[in-house]
């Protein structure tokens, strides 16, 4: 039987696991001296065994789903697709006009039939702002 492989933690998995030790005490797992203590633990660890065994007691899934950064990364690429989506209603509003314009002056037809593409176009990209806006 061969002993267990002991790889080396570097600044990269010290900073991860202090990281994560962080956001444990922010969520409340454990108290702040208990963090001082592994925290001081981590930094001074020199296998990712070591680390591991500091952050084996908590519930990682739940601590990094309640990550604050992620949170606020996910909401911005949130609003980055709405932004996409009103620039493509804009460019949809502008061509929809100019057909519009072009077939009133060349065959005099002015039913202004673009509210329709424009409204309900509208509606949908106020589907999409409000769920974000709102959450």
Known sequence: MTAPLTVRA???ERE???NLLGQALAQGYFSLAEYETRLQTTFAAH?????HELVADLPLDR???NDPARRQ???RAAWRGVQLHFA???TMVVI???VWL???LTAGAWYFWPVWPILGAGIGLIGHALPIRFA
């Open 73 to 75: 990364a996910r909401r």
């Open 16 to 18: 991860q696991t202090s």
């Open 10 to 12: 570097g600044d990269r």
């Open 63 to 65: 601590i990094r789903r």
């Open 88 to 90: 493509a209603y804009l």
């Open 96 to 98: 929809v006009l100019t």
């Open 47 to 51: 296998t990712t065994a070591e680390l």
């Open 102 to 104: 072009i077939v009133g």
